[in-house]
């Protein structure tokens, strides 16, 4: 899942927790054994194949690709994002952090939408 319809490269570390659609940083573990390129839908896109009309509970592990992963529902659905989503889930570590600054940059391209 993306922001948008797209192939993207996805850069599969040995460390497969450390594999991620970013390119690894200094602080990552492990190194990088492969490149491979991925298309990318959107929620909406996958959720109009599948049937789905609405998201209670959004669990995301994308190795801080989430906000590209939320960007892909307000592109398509820009007036019911927020019920669509209704609810989000992250794993524990760096929760705080990493949901307020999805939250943050959320209501700014929301209000640029509307």
């Known amino acids: 899942?993306?922001?948008?319809r797209e192939i993207k490269t996805f850069v599969e570390n040995e460390r497969?927790?450390?594999s991620s659609f970013l390119e690894p940083g200094q602080d990552c573990w492990g190194s990088v054994k492969q490149r491979i390129d991925i298309q990318l839908d959107t929620?909406?896109?996958?959720?109009?194949?599948?049937?789905?009309?609405?998201?209670?509970?959004?669990?995301?592990?994308t190795q801080g690709f989430?906000?590209?992963v939320l960007r892909g529902n307000l592109?398509?659905?820009p007036g019911d994002g927020w019920e669509k989503?209704?609810?989000?889930?992250?794993?524990?570590?760096?929760?705080?952090k990493r949901v307020d600054a999805m939250?943050?940059?959320?209501?700014?391209?929301s209000e640029e939408v509307q």
């Open 66 to 68: 989430d906000l590209d």
């Open 75 to 77: 592109k398509e659905a």
């Open 1 to 4: 899942m993306g922001a948008r």
């Open 85 to 96: 989503l209704s609810k989000m889930a992250q794993e524990e570590r760096a929760l705080t």
């Open 43 to 61: 929620i909406d896109e996958y959720c109009g194949l599948a049937g789905i009309d609405h998201i209670d509970v959004l669990k995301s592990d």
């Open 16 to 18: 497969p927790q450390q």
């Open 103 to 109: 939250l943050i940059e959320w209501a700014k391209l």
